[in-house]
């Protein structure tokens, strides 16, 4: 059982299963339909030039340094210096502060969206969050401008982010994961679609983002996911920005394929995100996104940095695919029935199992909507 | 205005073994050591629905549990019958473990605002600013209520009326429970630094650097403060200089508080373990395996040790091993109140649950 079941189930019960998208009474025995969706942006929004893909396409920049990890701890210095020639690199700047600048003006209001939904054992380093807040500020945005923000407090607790960071950032979990769903979400923005006969059949964005952040940055985690193959810039920034998201798959099927890209698409979200930080610092290869078993955790000391999050997670994938084929595992891609199993706990210690069909081809689905590039041909991927 | 002895200041000898007034029962964080046998429970004797997530843990005082919720709402609940006698809207979520001082109910609240409530009433008697949330547990020593806020400052404000005595600002945010002895205050901060302060003044007398931020509150005994850092190790300091006698490795992070009894000490890790150790030595006395992640604190019983950590654990103090287990009263930071035949929980979901 996963952590973030673990608590649950600890305290709702039986209610667990249904978060888990194991409903007894849906035995899914073929494929479903895709079902129509409707997306509903916020209207009259004028799309911005910085939004996905946002000023570079197709372009991703990769640092490694095997030191910025060590008996897993992350180095903020290292990180620093990381984050510093990514930034250059990208932007072809001279200077870190003209770097960050391409993105931010002083009078933006920078949401940071972490992904905390593997804490402890792997989630956005708060090394790294650091020093995205430092770099912004060297622009000249007032503390008190910047938000780091995620779904679940609890998932946010758990990674003791509030110690962690600065005083004066805001550090918002949209809601609680127990109560409340609809507060923190703006009732106008939504994707509605009704996959599994859910009862509610509509995805909400959050109000924060809808209305409080004029820029985003986005900090995804390198993580193989068991119902999407990966979760990268395009999962966290789609499923942590919207509400209710669960209900997209039932074990052993997920429409996390076509629904992040779509997702991502809705404005203000898809303006709104203007950069990427992908915190490879480990690397999850098998039991993502909430997996706390360190044997599949690889302290790898990556940083991926770019605008086009497509670009980012085609190199993610790449990357969790070439680790998954080192160790023996599957093949993200595979779809044979005799892996799947509904017992998490043997998801969570066996490799060859999985608890959905993995639906990878979300990334290059979201770049057929236009939000970036997938073709590994296509990006320039610069290794530093 | 206030009747009642400082309870938050006693110790758990002094107190009725039904009571539990503060964060791991008493100032001292003994977590009732000595007084309360820790039966396997077999019944729950009424559950209660907070209606909202609650992060922090319930405290007994007179037969009422005081437990406050993510939403903001502090109910006083009567353990006899599991119903709340009164409630007490706060202006903001609360994650903070209330204590009592005298006729009061302390609590912080993510306003940014101390609250002083009648705890007869529900009615507010004062409140207490800051700049920003406090998550931290209110401490009560000498008629004055020590608190650390998100914004980096330490506070001292008068226990009878909130009129601030002095701040002092650190190098990060608090959200851990300030130790208050007679002359000086003990706490960790966001900066990575275990600090102990003048109670009179909030002067820095000592700061001690760990290798992260600091969640956790310290226990502290005649000689040592001990407290975990988000560097994996926990430590403990000399009480006079702040000098580390002993530190221990664990897995990962620990947000855990200490509980201690005599020369024993229990924390928890993020890596799921319990750790238990020879206060003055250091050694280890044994680890349990209780979950994928342990944030929540230890409550020692007599000859057990219970963990909220998913489920609820009791583990045999001398050998670590699980005692029993419950499956009800996941948290990330409650602890259990172990009240005589019976144990209160606060689950993360909002239910409070009387076992016995």
């Keep these: 059982m996963d952590r973030r079941t673990f608590v649950k189930a600890g305290c709702i019960g039986s209610a667990s299963l249904l978060i888990q998208g194991l409903d007894p009474m849906m035995r899914a025995d073929s494929v479903p339909a895709m079902p129509s969706v409707e997306l509903h942006g916020l209207p009259d929004y004028k799309p911005s030039p910085f939004g996905m893909p946002g000023l570079f396409p197709g372009r991703v920049i990769e640092v490694r340094d095997q030191n910025a990890i060590v008996r897993n701890r992350v180095s903020q210095p290292i990180v620093r210096r990381m984050l510093e020639q990514a930034m250059k690199d990208l932007t072809g700047e001279s200077s870190v502060q003209g770097a960050w600048a391409k993105f931010i003006d002083p009078k933006d209001v920078v949401g940071i969206k972490i992904n905390p939904s593997g804490a402890p054992a792997c989630c956005s380093s708060p090394e790294v969050i650091r020093e995205i807040i430092t770099a912004v500020r060297s622009v000249g945005v007032p503390v008190q401008n910047i938000l780091v923000y995620d779904r679940y407090s609890y998932e946010i607790d758990i990674g003791s982010y509030q110690v962690l960071l600065p005083a004066g950032i805001r550090i918002v979990g949209i809601q609680d994961a127990f109560t409340s769903a609809g507060a923190g979400y703006e009732p106008n923005v939504y994707c509605d679609g009704n996959f599994f006969g859910e009862w509610e059949t509509r995805s909400y964005m959050a109000s924060i983002v809808v209305h409080d952040v004029t820029k985003i940055i986005n900090v995804p985690t390198m993580k193989d996911h068991s119902a999407s193959g990966v979760t990268g810039a395009l999962k966290n920034l789609a499923y942590g920005s919207f509400n209710n998201v669960a209900r997209t798959h039932r074990a052993p099927h997920s429409f996390t394929n076509p629904l992040i890209g779509m997702m991502c698409n809705v404005e203000p979200l898809r303006s709104k995100a203007v950069l990427h930080i992908m915190d490879g610092m480990r690397q999850v290869w098998h039991g993502g996104p909430l997996t706390q078993v360190q044997e599949f955790i690889e302290q790898s000391g990556i940083l991926l940095v770019a605008t086009d999050p497509v670009a980012m997670d085609t190199i993610e994938l790449e990357a969790i695919e070439k680790k998954r084929g080192e160790r023996g595992a599957p093949s993200l891609w595979q779809h044979d029935p005799a892996s799947i199993t509904p017992d998490s706990n043997v998801f969570f210690h066996d490799a060859s199992k999985n608890l959905f069909f993995r639906q990878p081809g979300h990334v290059a689905a979201a770049g057929k909507l236009g939000l970036g590039v997938a073709d590994l041909k296509q990006i320039d991927h610069h290794v530093l | ?356």
Aim: aromatic share 10%; net charge negative; glycine share 12%.
């Design chain 2, 1 to 356: 205005m206030f009747s009642d002895p400082e309870m938050t200041t006693q110790t758990a000898k002094d107190k009725s073994s039904r009571d539990w007034p503060t964060l791991l029962g008493d100032n001292a964080r003994i977590g009732g050591q000595g007084l309360r046998p820790v039966h396997a429970p077999e019944k729950a004797v009424w559950q209660f629905r907070m209606g909202s997530a609650v992060r922090s843990a319930p405290v007994l005082y007179d037969g009422m549990l005081y437990v406050a919720s993510v939403n903001g709402v502090l109910h006083a609940i009567d353990v006899t019958v599991g119903t709340s006698k009164w409630k007490f809207e706060a202006a903001g979520p609360v994650h903070s473990t209330p204590s009592l001082f005298e006729n009061a109910i302390l609590f912080g609240c993510d306003d940014g605002k101390v609250y002083a409530i009648d705890r007869h009433l529900g009615k507010k008697l004062w409140e207490a600013p800051s700049q920003s949330e406090v998550w931290s547990s209110p401490v009560v020593r000498n008629g004055v209520v020590f608190f650390g806020s998100a914004d980096g400052k330490v506070y001292a404000v008068d226990a009878e009326n909130g009129h601030p005595r002095w701040s002092q600002e650190l190098g990060g945010r608090i959200y851990g429970t300030i130790y208050a002895a007679e002359h000086q205050l003990y706490l960790g901060c966001g900066d990575g630094k275990i600090y102990s302060l003048e109670s009179a003044t909030g002067k820095v007398l000592w700061s001690t650097p760990t290798g992260n931020g600091i969640d956790s509150s310290p226990a502290v005994t005649e000689n040592l403060v001990l407290i975990g850092s988000e560097d994996f190790f926990v430590y403990a300091l000399s009480v006079g200089t702040g000098e580390v006698r002993w530190k221990y490795e664990t897995g990962l992070g620990i947000a855990s508080s200490p509980a201690v009894s005599g020369d024993f000490a229990a924390i928890g890790s993020k890596d799921g373990l319990l750790y238990a150790f020879d206060l003055q030595t250091g050694k280890l006395r044994w680890k349990t395996m209780v979950g994928e992640v342990v944030t929540a604190s230890p409550a020692i019983g007599d000859g057990s040790v219970c963990i909220q950590a998913g489920a609820t654990f009791a583990l045999d103090i001398a050998s670590g091993k699980v005692l029993w287990r419950a499956d009800l009263g996941g948290s990330i930071q409650s602890v259990p109140v172990l009240a005589g035949d019976t144990i209160y929980l606060a689950s993360l979901s909002g239910e409070i649950y009387a076992l016995r």
